[in-house]
């Protein structure tokens, strides 16, 4: 039985053999391929180079990766495999080498963990401070950004108490959260209806007694004002219908169109009302209910009467603000001054007007609600036109 020793091994029965070290025996590799032992031994010597260059390159890689930890299990795993791999070499030298770097990988990760436990002891204060903050928005901020940065910290040291105690930490804050706006939902709901019972009971105001009718109102008033809060879309039409309901009721019972449009027209003829007690009429006419083809008649006239009388107002306003000490110069110089006011108005007006005819024209639409919104605005603005043109001629018969 012929054997022949080199230095990484040796060669038995045309068999090559790696020789063994530490705890691994020699080791059987291969055998010697037609006749040419060199060439056999250096193939294998090839694949032990190859072998240890791989691992110079995975120690570079560790070196200038910040997580190193990712690279344990392949350590681990090449120096289970070294002792089955096939070459030649010194394979004790290259499992020093893995043994070496595992443990200073291990050494690493036992670091991090211990900084980590720091970390999350740290965030764990944060987290009960924060989950005890009264504002429910600002707490839920801060606990989903200490939730965040516990999670991108890595493992820690054995301390399971401390993983628990965190997370039973934010299920409970955010379980309180979750029947805390379920009860303000609740309240919500509870005050919606409180109001539109309030509605309700505004709309069915009948007394004739004025003075009793006036308590009833501003009872509603400070129940309303009591009430809790609900959300801004759900209130400005419940706020609207209730303040609609309460301009309803405060109309004297028996009242009429024709009555209220009597009552204005009397007052004009002595003074201009203001804008304040004209509002107040257009309010009292929306609140009647207008049945025959005669209240239709005077619930327009009504109407004109009062924008005849904002109109009025608006150009003595104007006249005020535009000439200085207008109110004390004579009844001649206002009217004249009011005369080129009015002009000037109708001029602006009228170029509104061919503006908005321009446009229809041009804006031709086969949608039916753009075009009757376009016909209204044009009738709007002749209706404007004509009421200014009658004040000018009221104005010029006053020359």
């Excluded at 764990?124 to 707490?139: D, G, H």
């Excluded at 997370?167 to 709901?189: G, P, Q």
Aim: aromatic share 8%; glycine share 4%.
């Amino acid at each position: 039985m012929s054997r022949s020793d080199f230095e990484e091994g040796f060669i038995k029965d045309n068999s090559i053999y790696r020789k063994g070290w530490r705890r691994h025996p020699d080791r059987k590799i291969g055998e010697v391929k037609g006749g040419d032992s060199k060439i056999s031994i250096e193939y294998f010597r090839d694949r032990f180079s190859r072998l240890r260059t791989k691992i110079s390159n995975l120690n570079q890689r560790i070196d200038s990766e910040p997580n190193k930890g990712s690279f344990l299990m392949s350590l681990l795993h090449m120096r289970e495999n070294l002792s089955s791999h096939d070459g030649l070499g010194d394979y004790e030298k290259l499992e020093r080498q893995l043994d070496q770097l595992i443990d200073t990988i291990r050494e690493t990760i036992r670091k991090n963990r211990l900084r980590n436990l720091e970390i999350k002891t740290s965030l764990l204060q944060e987290v009960k401070e924060a989950a005890n903050e009264v504002n429910w928005r600002t707490a839920s901020q801060l606990i989903n950004e200490i939730r965040s940065k516990w999670i991108r910290t890595g493992n820690m040291t054995e301390n399971a108490r401390i993983e628990e105690e965190f997370w039973e930490i934010i299920n409970d804050f955010f379980e309180r959260r979750r029947s805390f706006y379920e009860d303000k939902k609740k309240l919500a709901t509870h005050y919606e209806a409180t109001y539109r019972d309030l509605i309700s009971q505004a709309e069915k105001l009948e007394t004739t007694d004025l003075k009793k009718r006036k308590e009833q109102i501003n009872d509603l008033k400070t129940k309303w004002r009591d009430n809790g809060p609900v959300s801004s879309e759900i209130y400005k039409p419940l706020v609207k219908s209730f303040h609609d309901a309460l301009k309803a009721g405060m109309a004297r019972p028996g009242e009429s169109i024709a009555s209220i449009f009597t009552e204005i027209r009397d007052a004009c003829k002595e003074k201009t009302p203001g804008n304040r007690v004209l509002n107040a009429y257009q309010v009292k006419i929306k609140s009647l209910k207008t049945l025959s083809e005669k209240d239709r008649e005077f619930r327009k006239e009504a109407f004109d009467l009062i924008f005849r009388c904002l109109e009025l107002n608006f150009i003595n306003n104007q006249c005020e603000k535009r000439y200085k000490k207008f109110n004390e110069k004579p009844q001649k110089e206002q009217n004249d001054l009011k005369i080129d006011l009015v002009k000037e108005l109708l001029d602006r007006d009228k170029s509104d007007l061919s503006i908005f005819e321009l446009n229809m024209e041009k804006f031709n639409s086969r949608d039916k609600e753009i075009t009757k919104m376009m016909e209204k605005k044009v009738m709007r603005q002749k209706q404007k036109i004509a009421l200014k043109e009658s004040i000018l001629g009221e104005l010029k018969g006053n020359k």
